[in-house]
């Protein structure tokens, strides 16, 4: 992402907050895996969102209207002890030529140089609540100027929330946005294939896993944007699976649903197919009945229709192919007025996506469903999972879970489906798995 970008994003944030204000945002902290071992650094998806900074034990503030500086880092010194463990820190020279600050501190100096910008200060846009030591804090400094009150200091008088402004700004991905995204669905896609092709009868779930995460890192894509799910036969069943750690079996349906992180964007795509590359009858019919609730979803997600839009449509489609199929009996609108399509299709249609696999924004607005805008991004997920003991069921239904997942943008006259190079139709994923 070009440094005009975060640049963009923090003036229309700090535009938003007006004169006399300060926003404050920490980066997530390390997080110890075990003894000595920290777990994979990410920085925090708000505070990357207007910074770029990579790097742990920072702090952003904005102070719109500051003559010295409006963007201020608070970050690591440079060390030449602890960079030969760790690796190159920016400093605070870096944090400003490399990242843009206008100025820069060493984070150990932030109780003695950020209190004192408070009180200059009428209004804090803060999130609370997502890291209580950073709150314990920020409460101490603003204890503090209280007690000077009587000697004239006004200091803060408000605490709005951030996360309010910031993630209605997250929710409309701009151009470059959409072209990190577009780049995170190709490589999905290529590694897809590839599980697609090397599934085979007495495979184990985590060496489809392994194939996956694989071929995202041949590309260059290092991180998962969430744990891989593979599931076959009964596991598929389970909606976040994640212990993958079964064989797969001949006349089952194996599961996949996995996406990888690209420049600190998610893709999040699920396929399924017969682990034996041809679906049999029973297969096929749910599947391409999940296909079908998937595009007539699809179909919905435009301009000036509202968030449900697309799951009613899936939730039809579903219902009444159900009917058709025996699994359900009754008429159309009461099995749906009663939900009884929840029996096999539990969980919503989408969610938004982003920097986070299930990203910020409101679903509602004023109680009610938010319509579709141009920049909104989303995933288009139905399924059908019927797993052994459900109640009045054949058997050659039992242990199927299908599950077939897009990434979608919504565009002026409709959408793009940004993870369209991923083969779903029958013919498709046989030929696919044959080859």
Not at 26 to 39: F, G, K, M, Q, S
Not at 48 to 56: A, D
Not at 79 to 100: F, L, P, V
Not at 215 to 229: L, N, T, W
Request: aromatic share 8%; with cysteine.
């Amino acid at each position: 992402m070009l440094a005009s970008e975060f640049k963009r994003r923090r003036r229309e944030l700090m535009r938003m907050m007006g004169p006399d204000s300060i926003a404050i945002l920490p980066t997530a902290p390390l997080l110890i895996r075990n003894r000595d071992v920290h777990y994979p650094y990410r920085p925090d998806s708000d505070f990357y969102y207007l910074t770029g900074f990579p790097e742990p034990e920072a702090v952003l503030v904005l102070i719109p209207g500051r003559k010295h500086a409006e963007y201020i880092l608070f970050n690591r010194e440079r060390d030449r002890i602890k960079e030969q463990w760790d690796g190159t820190r920016a400093g605070q020279e870096g944090a400003c030529i490399e990242y843009d600050a206008d100025d820069s501190f060493p984070i150990g100096d932030l109780d003695d140089i950020l209190p004192r910008m408070l009180e200059q200060c009428e209004r804090i846009f803060y999130v609370m609540g997502c890291n209580p030591q950073f709150d314990k804090r920020l409460s101490e400094w603003l204890n503090a100027i209280r007690c000077e009150s009587r000697n004239g200091m006004q200091g803060p008088v408000e605490i709005i929330a951030l996360d309010h402004y910031l993630h209605e700004m997250r929710l409309f991905k701009s151009r470059s946005e959409l072209k990190v995204m577009r780049q995170a669905a190709r490589i999905s896609a290529k590694a897809h294939k590839k599980v697609m092709q090397a599934c085979k009868v007495g495979m184990w779930e985590y060496q489809l896993e392994a194939e996956f995460v694989r071929e995202c890192a041949h590309q260059g894509a290092k991180a998962q944007a969430y744990p891989p799910i593979v599931g076959a036969g009964a596991n598929g069943c389970t909606l976040h699976y994640i212990d993958n750690k079964d064989k797969v079996e001949d006349q089952q349906m194996v599961l996949i649903d996995a996406g990888c992180e690209w420049d600190y964007y998610a893709s999040d795509i699920t396929r399924t197919y017969p682990v034996n590359g041809i679906f049999s009858t029973p297969q096929r019919q749910l599947y391409e009945l999940v296909l079908a609730a998937q595009e007539a979803a699809i179909a919905k997600v435009k301009p000036g229709n509202h968030w449900n839009d697309p799951h009613d449509a899936a939730v039809r489609t579903i219902t009444r192919g159900l009917i058709k199929l025996g699994i359900l009996k009754g008429s159309l609108a009461k099995l749906i007025r009663e939900e009884k399509y929840k029996t096999f299709f539990p969980h919503r249609t989408g969610h938004w996506i982003g920097m986070d696999v299930h990203d910020v924004g409101d679903y509602k607005v004023d109680g009610t469903w938010r319509l579709f805008e141009t920049g909104m991004v989303l995933t288009i997920e139905p399924g059908l999972y019927i797993p052994a003991g459900t109640k009045g069921i054949a058997k050659k239904w039992l242990n199927i879970g299908i599950r077939i997942e897009d990434d979608v943008v919504v565009t002026k006259d409709g959408c793009e489906v940004l993870t369209k190079d991923i083969a779903k139709s029958v013919a498709e994923i046989e030929s696919i798995m044959a080859a």
